[in-house]
């Protein structure tokens, strides 16, 4: 059996934060890595001044990136051969985060074809509150990883 050297990379990161992420998105978000699992990721991010609007509030270009990254970052643990982007995002924000409040993100892979890969993203608050949720699709590139 293979092993999946990026998905053990992944997970001897658990409860670092993210400021060695592959991607620059993901290192600015800053969150830390909890659960790391084939086809899924979990990881907590704090609320900071620069991720909200003028009304303090989780702005909704903060939450797509995290969501965004935190797909994209599952796929990529994967371990396939060639890399996979985004195609679509579709995106509800359903509650407010508010500055300072602590964030779940959770991504998990719902059918991973040979050439899309369709992933669920929620976004949790501390006390259980869906604050956004995603549906992506990936398609595979021609670069090789």
């Known amino acids: 059996m293979e092993i999946n050297q990026r ?5 001897a990161l658990i409860g670092q934060p993210m400021n060695q992420s592959p991607s620059g998105v993901g290192r ?3 969150g830390t890595l ?8 979990v990881a907590r991010y704090v609320v900071r001044d620069d991720m909200v609007n ?3 509030v ?6 797509s990136a995290i969501l965004d990254d935190l797909c994209g970052l599952t796929v ?3 371990g396939r051969e060639f890399a996979f982007t985004s195609v679509n995002l579709a995106i509800d924000f359903l509650n407010a985060a508010r500055l300072g409040d602590e964030l779940t993100a959770e991504a998990n892979v719902v059918r991973a074809g040979r050439n899309i890969i369709h992933v669920e993203g929620r ?3 501390a006390t259980g ?3 956004a949720k995603c549906s992506t699709n990936l398609v595979q590139t021609g670069i090789k990883l």
């Not at 998905?7 to 997970?11: C, E, H, I, S």
């Not at 909890?34 to 990721?41: K, Q, T």
């Not at 989780?58 to 939450?63: I, K, R, W």
Request: charged share 15%; net charge negative; aromatic share 8%.
């Open 34 to 41: 909890i659960e790391v699992d084939e086809g899924r990721i």
């Open 7 to 11: 998905l053990a990379v992944f997970q």
């Open 129 to 131: 509150k869906l604050i």
């Open 58 to 63: 989780l702005h909704g270009g903060a939450a």
């Open 54 to 56: 003028p009304m303090q």
């Open 28 to 30: 600015w978000l800053n």
């Open 76 to 78: 990529f643990a994967m």
């Open 123 to 125: 976004i949790t608050s």
